[in-house]
């Protein structure tokens, strides 16, 4: 049976290698591999991932069966100063994709976000990133379109997706 727990410190290897196990798949299509090496190495370093939890406030939740991690969310509160919850990462490995599990992951920070009082849930995916049609199916609507700079000249060419509670 597929659980839903918090995440801490100590998971963050896992977190990892979920990471690395599903981004190839979900943005080899869409990234050259340079640009995705550098991403991960940024996004997914002990170090950011460490200021994420205890910095800015994200919060971690691994998706499990037994002691098989399945996936894993990050999220935040009050983004950007606004009744907001924002999921900054959701990826499930790629052998478990389309058993239910992403929907539970969001339905886990849908009740977390609640307690918080949000209005709203929001995340930004690729605009080339075939999740659109599962956040889409879940309640998920394209409210804006964004492109964030990084460093070395990559672009991520995201859409802003907006559930209201």
Do not use: C
């Amino acid at each position: 049976m597929v659980t839903i727990v918090p995440a801490t410190i100590e998971d963050f290897s896992i977190i990892r290698q979920i990471a690395h196990t599903t981004w190839p798949i979900a943005y080899g299509h869409i990234l050259p591999k340079v640009q995705l090496d550098y991403m991960l190495g940024i996004f997914y370093s002990t170090e950011t991932l460490t200021q994420n939890l205890s910095e800015k406030g994200h919060f971690f939740m691994l998706a499990k069966d037994g002691e098989n991690m399945l996936g894993f969310t990050s999220f935040e509160h009050n983004y950007n100063h606004k009744n907001v919850t924002h999921i900054h990462k959701l990826y499930i490995l790629p052998e478990t994709q389309g058993k239910g599990i992403g929907k539970l992951l969001i339905e886990a920070v849908e009740k977390v976000a609640q307690n918080y009082h949000s209005d709203a849930i929001t995340l930004n995916v690729n605009r080339f990133n075939k999740a659109q049609g599962f956040y889409k199916k879940i309640g998920f609507e394209i409210t804006a379109t964004v492109d964030v700079q990084l460093d070395h000249g990559y672009l991520m060419e995201d859409y802003i997706m907006t559930k209201m509670l």
